[in-house]
């Protein structure tokens, strides 16, 4: 098996038991990097100097003993380029910040660093996250590496795309309106936009600040919960921040969705939707039936006002 085809758990398992070093991952992810990213696009910066120079030093910290308890240590990571990085720029997929380099780290990224994750580079995106397609970036149109003739969605469509295409294992993206909930849908990735106030939002250039939060994008749920466990947690820095007891949300995990009950909406379900994602998720509605889950449908009649001040909030940015 390829390394750049493991999960960020499956290749941190390797490098914690000495099978694999932190500079061997990552040189793997550049090479997938090299070959890939010319079709789809997925970054906007590399940081080959600095991230080499953090892989020495986790290696280092790993082979102390002071990341033993460090389940994601050495393991690649892209960032949406709308985090603050402190030394790597941050452009926000704009010509305004073009040359923007943060004297800070937002506070998901300290995390990340602490963790000894390895950021490999920021990752493209729709400009200032106002898009759905991450066709409107200052510097190109990222590609969905399933069909280049697709969209990847947006505005975290260089996070999915990255992730799908096997260039990282996981990354960061942020959610206001879908930003990554939708992307990773259209590039068959994991998703998760966290419930407002249980990721700091410090560092993060943002789109609307009472809906933005960061999440994670990942090739499974275990990833997307273990990634989760590290970036949720209070902030003093971040006002919105929830101050509420660490959860290890692993332990949500089961084997089966029995008991399950799964809500759709009339509204996004019905006049308007493309027949083909329709049957797609009538297929998905019937399997979850078979494996034990209820699914239910309800009125959502707020759906059509919702959609409605999206759009005016986008314009009106």
């Known amino acids: 098996m390829e390394l750049n085809t493991l999960s960020a758990i499956e290749l941190s398992a390797k490098i914690r038991a000495g099978e694999l070093t932190v500079k061997q991952a990552l040189d793997d992810a550049y090479a997938r990097i090299e070959a890939q990213e010319p079709k789809y696009n997925c970054y906007i910066s590399l940081c080959k100097e600095e991230a080499y120079r953090a892989a020495e030093e986790v290696q280092a910290r790993i082979d102390s003993g002071e990341l033993k308890d460090a389940p994601l240590a050495g393991v690649p990571v892209g960032i949406k380029d709308n985090m603050c990085t402190q030394g790597v720029r941050t452009t926000c997929a704009s010509k305004m910040l073009e040359n923007f380099i943060p004297p800070y780290d937002a506070t998901a990224i300290r995390k990340v660093r602490e963790a000894g994750?390895?950021?490999?580079?920021?990752?493209?995106?729709?400009?200032?996250?106002?898009?759905?397609?991450?066709?409107?970036?200052?510097?190109?149109?990222?590609?969905?590496?399933?069909?280049?003739?697709?969209?990847?969605?947006?505005?975290?469509?260089?996070?999915?795309?990255?992730?799908?295409?096997?260039?990282?294992?996981?990354?960061?993206?942020?959610?206001?309106?879908?930003?990554?909930?939708?992307?990773?849908?259209?590039?068959?990735?994991?998703?998760?936009?966290?419930?407002?106030?249980?990721?700091?939002?410090?560092?993060?250039v943002a789109f609307a600040s009472s809906l933005d939060q960061i999440g994670p994008i990942t090739k499974d749920v275990t990833d997307s919960a273990m990634l989760l466990n590290l970036i949720a947690g209070h902030d003093e820095k971040d006002t919105t921040s929830e101050n509420i007891p660490k959860k290890d949300y692993t332990?949500?995990?089961?084997?089966?969705?029995?008991?399950?009950?799964?809500?759709?909406?009339?509204?996004?379900?019905?006049?308007?939707?493309?027949?083909?994602?329709?049957?797609?998720?009538?297929?998905?509605?019937?399997?979850y039936k078979k494996?034990?889950?209820?699914?239910?449908?309800?009125?959502?009649?707020?759906?059509?006002?919702?959609?409605?001040?999206?759009y005016i909030i986008a314009c009106a940015e």
């Not at 003739?149 to 990354?171: T, Y």
């Not at 029995?258 to 399997?287: C, F, H, M, S």
């Not at 239910?296 to 001040?309: H, K, N, P, R, V």
Request: net charge neutral.
């Open 117 to 204: 994750m390895v950021i490999t580079g920021k990752l493209n995106m729709d400009e200032f996250a106002m898009g759905g397609s991450t066709e409107y970036s200052y510097f190109h149109v990222t590609r969905n590496p399933w069909n280049l003739n697709k969209v990847p969605g947006g505005s975290s469509g260089g996070s999915a795309a990255a992730v799908a295409s096997n260039m990282v294992p996981w990354a960061l993206g942020s959610d206001t309106g879908g930003s990554i909930r939708q992307p990773s849908s259209f590039c068959g990735v994991v998703g998760l936009k966290p419930t407002y106030g249980l990721v700091s939002r410090y560092g993060v």
């Open 291 to 310: 494996l034990g889950a209820t699914v239910e449908e309800f009125s959502l009649d707020i759906a059509d006002y919702a959609l409605a001040t999206y």
């Open 251 to 287: 332990k949500a995990l089961k084997g089966d969705v029995k008991g399950l009950k799964i809500g759709i909406p009339k509204q996004y379900y019905g006049e308007g939707i493309n027949e083909e994602v329709k049957a797609k998720l009538q297929e998905a509605i019937e399997t």
